[in-house]
């Protein structure tokens, strides 16, 4: 069948897309229809045609899904942001955990998911959890000031002054600040001709402190403001205002913050708590929009590190370090790495407020610190737990590859993109380690977003006997069994500052001809994947063995 753009069919929705869009089939034809969910009968108009799939627009809901429920926002069909408040927050969460799941079968090629995953971790309330929100200024066709939001991926504002999502202490601020600016006669930004003066509103709410921070983007700077104290005081009747600053961005750009703050009123920060550690959080400052579910999120990472108190801990990707002063309170030591020089100062200072002294963090590439660190100092760089937390496109193999070097117990990995977190554990499941559990985690809801923190641990076969301590009892008095595997393992580290499993030592006594039991540590069948002892550990184990007179 050919199919014609701007003509209309009526479908079925079988399936979501990986932005949320729902997918309905003309024959075997699939179109990506925005604003419906599995199981809605709508008719759509083609509104663009690609070899093997296309894009449509409803045009009339005929029978809507079970699983549909009313848009709290009125705006939420036009504006960029929500894609799925048509949907029932349930089955949001089922459609992130299928979304996660699908990736890992496909990319990743791992098996028997289910067992290890479990329903992705739903927020108590999905709606006004952003503490952070930047509104454009703009005209509306009366030429009255409005805020809002761009449509998606255009720069027209969507006029929306009560937004579903966002901390609701903004619907007091907006009102406020259109009344200054039409009393005062400023003219918002155009970005056409590059005249006007405010940009963008910024606000930002601590959860725990309930401190507010109001930061108003200018093409221009404070004095720019007639009469800032009418502003002030109004800003300040509201309970909670505890600073009111200026960002200058006077560039042709669309990039909402320039780089200079100008104090107008108060603190130019707020204060906020995740857990039990307290951040500093200024207009520029990095920090999770959604703390609560940061804190849940964070949480089950600190739970799968398993810390006991004794471990080192690399958290890679570290941004203001909000995973390792997490996971400082119960870790020995823990090294923070992230490319951003502004956001480790923000760790440093961080730690400093907390009174954190088991941290320490370092500027540059995650695929560059590392490997270098470890060179320079094995015995105290070593790792017990490798935390990941990479933006979208996902960790280097550069830097995957020094993570199986280093041969951490365990390696966590945040995500925040499932397809780059599958094609990285397929890496990481090929050299040594093997997944253990997975926690999608939602973040934001409405949104086709989803989170992931994954548990791996080095690979110790399962379907090898472990008989460790058995046979080091059993053959006590054979001569080529003069030192324990804990014997070997203490040497191997002093010496070396290396850590080998019962898995490395069993392979190079065997290479050496040392008897370790017939089955112990083999792979039942053929294909199974078993992690080989690399060059350096292995010449470690050697000299171990030469060390103990067992060769
Ligand atoms: N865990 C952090 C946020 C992680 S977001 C927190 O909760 O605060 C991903 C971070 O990776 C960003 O801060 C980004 O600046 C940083 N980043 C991007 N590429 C990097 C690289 N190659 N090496 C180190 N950090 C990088």
């Known amino acids: ?17 990986s932005d949320g869009s729902g997918i309905g089939k003309i024959g075997t034809f699939p179109l990506f229809i925005k604003d419906t969910v599995i199981g809605d009968k709508v008719s759509v108009k083609v509104i663009k045609v690609k070899k093997n799939y296309g ?24 504006c960029g942001g929500c894609t799925l408040q048509h949907l029932n927050y349930e ?18 090629g791992l098996k028997d998911i289910e067992e290890k995953m479990k329903m992705t971790l739903g927020m108590e309330e999905p709606f006004y959890y952003r503490n952070k929100a930047q509104y454009p200024v703009g005209k509306n066709k009366e030429g009255q000031i409005v805020t809002g939001f761009y449509a998606g991926r255009t720069h027209s504002i969507v006029e929306n002054d009560h937004c579903c999502i966002q901390a609701k202490e903004n619907d007091v601020i907006l009102p406020v600040i259109k009344a200054y600016m039409k009393k005062n006669h400023i003219e918002p930004y155009d970005e056409k001709n590059h005249r006007g003066l405010v940009r963008h509103i910024l606000t930002r709410v601590g959860f ?25 005081d109004a800003l300040t009747k509201i309970k909670g205002m505890t600073s009111i600053v200026v960002n200058q961005n006077r560039e042709k750009t669309n990039k909402i913050l320039g780089k200079k703050i100008e104090t107008l009123w108060g603190q130019d920060y707020i204060e906020d708590y995740i857990g ?17 579910q940061t804190k849940v999120l964070y949480g089950k990472a600190l739970d ?8 080192i801990v690399w958290d890679l990707y570290c941004g203001i370090g909000t995973i390792s002063l997490f996971l400082a309170q119960k870790a020995k030591q823990v090294y923070g790495v992230e490319i951003v020089p502004e956001a480790i100062e923000d760790a440093r200072k961080n730690a400093a407020i907390n009174g954190i002294e088991n941290v320490e963090f370092f500027v540059g590439k995650a695929e560059e610190v590392l490997p270098e660190k470890y060179k320079e100092s094995r015995e105290t760089m070593s790792a017990d737990v490798i935390v990941v937390d990479p933006p979208r496109k996902g960790c280097e193999e550069s830097l995957l590859d020094t993570i199986v070097k280093m041969s951490p117990e365990k390696v966590v990995y945040v995500s925040c993109d499932p397809a780059t977190l599958a094609r990285d554990l397929k890496y990481l499941c090929g050299n040594g380690y093997d997944v253990k559990k997975i926690q999608p985690v939602d ?13 791996l641990s080095q690979q110790k076969p399962d379907d090898t006997i472990e008989i460790d301590l058995d046979l080091d009892e059993l053959d006590a008095t054979s001569a080529e069994l003069k030192a324990t595997y804990q014997e070997i393992k203490d040497y191997v580290l002093k010496e070396f500052g290396l850590k080998v499993s019962n898995l490395y030592i069993s392979q190079i006594k065997r290479k050496c001809g040392i008897e370790v039991g017939e089955n112990y540590n083999l792979p039942k069948s ?12 292995e010449d470690a184990i050697r000299a171990a063995l030469k060390y103990f007179a067992m060769i």
């Open 1 to 17: 069948m050919e199919i014609k753009k701007n003509q209309e069919y009526e479908v079925e929705i079988e399936d979501f897309g």
């Open 55 to 78: 894009y449509g627009r409803m045009m009339k809901l005929l029978v809507p899904s079970p699983d549909r429920v009313p848009a709290l926002c009125s705006v939420a069909r036009q």
């Open 91 to 108: 089955k949001q969460l089922e459609y992130k955990y299928q979304k996660v799941k699908n990736c890992l079968m496909r990319i990743g």
């Open 208 to 232: 725990t402190t309930g401190e507010i921070m109001v930061c108003l983007v200018l093409n221009g700077s404070k004095k720019d403001l007639p009469n800032p104290n009418e502003l002030i």
């Open 276 to 292: 039990n550690v307290k951040y500093q959080i200024g207009p520029l400052s990095f920090y999770q929009v959604n703390p609560t």
């Open 304 to 311: 799968f590190a398993g810390l006991t108190g004794n471990e």
């Open 443 to 455: 973040m934001f809801g409405m949104s086709g977003h989803v989170e992931t923190v994954v548990l």
């Open 526 to 537: 053929e294909n199974s994947k078993v992690p080989q002892c690399p060059k350096e550990k």
